[in-house]
């Protein structure tokens, strides 16, 4: 696969469409060497029309600083900040922080703000790494923009942003561990807990999802629930499958904040867990491993995927990069007291 | 109390020593105005003597730049990064670097490197926050000579560093919560177990121990390890503490990455935790909460602590501050399985 997008325009295109040489161009937009003033002229103009913008990480490599990428959070305060904030972001940002350090780069947390601003046009970044960007995600419509190297983590929330570099994240394969192990624990009937945002992992898991219930014969339970919405938002998700469908056996809640709620709701209406009700998530994080009871999930390799993502971007920032995907590692299932019915 | 140090040469310095006035200095070091090439002569030769830095953080605000800010790690790879990697800083770090946007301020993640390397050098910072700094930091002593504002977390490891901005992260009262617990849970014999390295925190722990030891007559065991082996390190203090006083029956272990590697030790050798051993640590992070069985541990406050260490360097940024130190909220108890010897 080649990358189109984000395409950026380089100091060749302004060369070419100038009729000059890159080394003329170079000397006429940053004063250097003797250029005529009319090619300067001509150069300038032609940098225009194209709205040509100097790489910053070549002239920061000239310069001797370190170039800088910022990791960002595509996930609302509520599920990525506040309260239990040592997530899937910082789990990330403590191995792509040291990653890029030892490539030279220096990387900006942004985690995500409670007022919803991005402050990604306050910052001077040259490359940045976005956690699970959905279809419409304002930070990557305006790192693409920009032409500014952006590799996601995860794939991007929609087909058409399929020439974006990421790291894919295998969620069709995630998913199916977690719903083969529960219905080797005879679960019958097994809700499917989305967010409601369009992001790629939601849209693999309820492909899989429909593929399980078409294969087995099990009813189709599906809820969405609005990811700004938190553990509170877990706990109206059970309580609504709850009365509508009394008979679920399994909940498969995605979104971490969302299990600890529901886990918690389902234990308060007299329901035990693993016993009357079993529960997974996905991330393997400090939600799903100190819940009561411990949340099985999945071992995503986070650490792995940092570096494949870091290294992803850097190559980006040094040139153009023919290899825009890479394939995270495979995901492993953490089997955890939340869905050992059989042993319990 | 005033702060001397880091002391910043200011354009008035320089003005002062030139004998011309500040915007004089400001105009003749960035060519603007109307200067007498005789004067700005002199102010060059002025500031040169002083080794005049201009302010990048001030210059920033003019261009309309985010200023940028490090947080720096002091502790070693094998605590503070590595397999368990969402400890103390990334606690701090999350909510610092939130707490830093919504001051127009850029967070940088230093976390240690495994090389050991400090890339500050190669980071165009404004000023740092960094994390319980041992005597010998190498990375405040560098912030320091360089002039730059820095934010120690926790008292620095040494009274010569007193005047560095800091959140007092009140260590004996700290320690005396979990002492008194422990004493509460007839703990007889208490051992201590500290890092080597020079931290205010284990300087103040020490001292709560031993005037618990000499107010209770019980005795005095204490042990350092070199935070440098991690989990490791825990596992061997306690086979040491083991078999030079096999009558021990309490560990209270400051750095969490030993304390889960003593418990795992204890259990091994056939002592129930906590019936025959209490076993407790400081920062009540994901090691101690998923430690077999729970460790009990302090709530730090660190999302305050994080607040309150940021605002003090965005009001050293801005300029000379009379409030060099602030005290952290108290710290408070939390009780988990691993001293509960009279629930047991």
Redesign the interface.
Known sequence: MTSTRPYRITISDVARRAGVSPTTVSHALNGRGQVDPQTRQRVIEAAQELDYRPNRHAQRLRT???S?IALMSSMPYAVA?GAS??GF???V???A??SA??R?L??????P???GAS?LD???IDGALLVEPSADDPQLASMIAKGLPVVSIGRPGSPDLDDVPCVDLRSAETVELLLGHMLEQDAQKIALVLGTAQRNSYMEAEDAYLRMISRTGRPDIRLRVDEACGEHGGREAAEQLLSTHPDIDAMLILVDAFAVGAAQYVQETGRRVPEDMLIATRYD??RA??CEPALTAVNMHL?EVAQQATSLLFERLSGPVTNTRLLSPRPELVIRASTLRKAA
């Open positions: 001797g600083g370190a800088m900040g904030r040592l972001l910082m789990e940002a403590s191995v922080a040291t350090l030892e030279g220096a990387m900006v947390l942004v985690p703000l409670a007022s402050p306050m910052l001077d994080g400090i491993r100190t650490d």
